[in-house]
């Protein structure tokens, strides 16, 4: 009895061992009396029992591996640490576990052999513009390195690149003095295009003050030159009457000789009125000849032309004494 226990025993667990179950997206390697024999796929799989052994199982699926942070130099001899990410995956089983002993301690190392080179070929300044070319240039190096051992690179990312402290304080410096110099740059700017526009809004203002000036003596000469016109054909319809007044009218002669004197005797008061110092040459001979006139023009006048006369007759006596 205790012989057919030991006996269902050892066939349970030979039969239990004999059945391999692999989740999906997982694979594993089968050795035969030490020599590689199978791969087993994902679902329900059997081996023989203490001849075959489960040696290596992994996954198919994309992976992330952190790349720690490194010292690096770069061209121009400045010390900077960086760190990346890579993604990867198992493409070939079979080759990721007898191609290397050690697969991920392989890849960092590969990693971070590659972004020294690639960070030693450029500037310190070239290092922080051209993360996208490093990271493609790191993916395809990687990628053709890590391809003899089944692992397909799908994606290197840099993320820090860390200058030293001294560094980062000189850089600091730089920057400052660099915006300093575009403030200064771009005040002297504005104030050079603040003056040309100054410069061409006086030009334009002098040229319209210009015109302006022109306009206004040409509307002043076309307004004098109106005037002027007005004043002739009124002064040629005054004539036009007083010619057709004087023909057809016999005392019309007589009257315009009267208004004649009187605006000549009305200067001469008003000139003596004025203020100003004057000095007045008149010809007596000419004045009696003119009160002459007007005594012929009034004799038979009413009494305020008559009194217009012994006016006339006064000034005629002061003159001539």
């Avoid at 990721?96 to 030693?120: C, D, F, H, P, W």
């Avoid at 200067?267 to 001979?285: A, L, Q, T």
């Amino acid at each position: 009895m205790e012989f057919f226990l030991v006996v269902l025993v050892l066939g349970a667990s030979t039969l239990f061992g004999s059945v391999k179950i692999v989740n999906e997206k997982n694979e594993k390697l089968v050795e035969r009396l030490g020599s590689y024999n199978k791969k087993l796929s994902p679902g329900l799989n059997f081996i023989f029992p203490f001849i075959d052994r489960v040696v290596f199982q992994e996954t198919i699926r994309e992976k992330v591996l952190d790349i720690p942070p490194q010292s690096c130099i770069t061209k121009d001899n400045v010390s900077i640490t960086v760190d990346a990410v890579v993604y990867w995956r198992i493409m070939d089983m079979e080759k990721a576990y007898y191609k290397v002993e050690n697969l991920q301690s392989a890849m960092v190392n590969l990693v971070l052999t590659q972004i020294r080179s690639e960070i030693g070929k450029l500037e310190l300044d070239q290092t922080f513009t051209a993360r996208t070319e490093i990271n493609e240039i790191l993916l395809r190096e990687l990628d053709i390195a890590t391809d003899p051992w089944g692992v397909k690179v799908t994606r290197v990312e840099l993320r820090d690149i860390m200058p030293s402290k001294a560094v980062q304080d000189s850089m600091e410096l730089q920057m400052a003095a660099e915006r300093k110099k575009r403030a200064a740059i771009l005040t002297s700017e504005g104030e050079r295009d603040s003056a040309i526009n100054s410069a061409q809004g006086q030009a334009q203002a002098r040229v319209l003050d210009a015109e302006a000036m022109k306009t206004a003596e040409i509307l002043k000469a076309e307004a004098q030159r109106q005037q002027q016109i007005l004043k002739a054909e009124a002064t040629a319809q005054a004539l036009e009457i007083l010619t057709q007044k004087l023909s057809s009218d016999p005392h019309a002669r007589e009257a315009l000789q009267f208004l004649l004197a009187q605006n000549y005797l009305d200067m001469g008061i008003s000139i003596g009125n004025s203020e100003s110092s004057k000095v007045m040459f008149m010809d007596p001979r000419n004045i009696v000849a003119t009160l002459e006139g007007v005594r012929s023009v009034v004799g038979n006048q009413p009494n305020e032309y008559q009194a217009l006369v012994q006016e006339l007759d006064k000034i005629d006596r002061h003159s001539a004494g």
